[in-house]
Every structure is written in C-alpha cells, then in structure tokens.
C-alpha cells in the first residue's frame, strides 16, 4: 500500500516535496514487506482437501452408502455406511480421493 502512495505523491506533489514524500513512502513499503514476510514465513498451507477432515456438512441427497452433502457452499459427493438422508448432519472423517468419506453426528 505505501508503494502507491509513493507514486501518487511522486505524481501530486510539487518539488522537492514529491521526492521527500516518495522515499518516505518508499522506505515505510519495505518496511511494510518486511513485517508480513515475517509474519506469514513457517505458517503451514491450509488448503486442499485435507482440511475438510473433522468438519460437519449437511446431506444434499441420501448417503445410502454414497450420495451428496454441502460444506461451505460446495457440493461433494460423499460415502456413509450407516446411511444419511437429506438434511441430516454428518462429520468428515476421512476422504478416498474427491470422495469424502462421512459419519452421522
């Protein structure tokens, strides 16, 4: 964020004041990168299919052993060997590739 502003102060303002603003600017943008390099570095990845394991979903179509449920808006087909009908609340508990493998709650 402060990269534009030292560009649109390099724009705006008059001199010396444009080239005053700009290394402000400029230097508080390193600084500002420097922060966030550090603060994300050694966070682990959270995304992938993975991630779904222990969340609940809602049954979209019956789970007799393999039908369809919603979780965060997407629609997954899933596997339940104790069966599911729709609207029913169920957890993942594993996945078999794109399949999510689920159990009633």
């Known amino acids: 964020m ?4 030292a560009f649109v102060l390099l724009i705006v303002l008059g001199s ?3 080239i005053v603003g700009f290394g402000i600017c400029f230097i508080l943008g ?3 990168l420097t922060f966030w390099s550090r603060k ?3 966070r682990p990845v959270a995304v992938g299919a993975h ?3 222990g969340r609940e979903a809602r049954v979209i179509s019956p789970c007799r052993p393999e039908g369809q449920v919603q979780l ?3 629609i997954w087909q899933a596997r339940c060997a104790a069966g599911a009908d ?3 609340s169920v957890r ?4 078999d590739r794109l399949v999510l493998v689920v159990e009633r709650v």
Do not use: Q
Request: aromatic share 12%; glycine share 20%; hydrophobic share 40%.
């Open 2 to 5: 402060f990269f534009v502003l």
């Open 16 to 18: 010396p004041w444009n």
């Open 30 to 32: 390193i600084g500002e």
């Open 40 to 42: 994300v570095r050694g």
């Open 51 to 53: 991630t779904l394991v």
């Open 72 to 74: 965060d808006g997407e």
């Open 86 to 88: 729709p609207g029913d």
């Open 92 to 95: 993942v508990v594993g996945r």
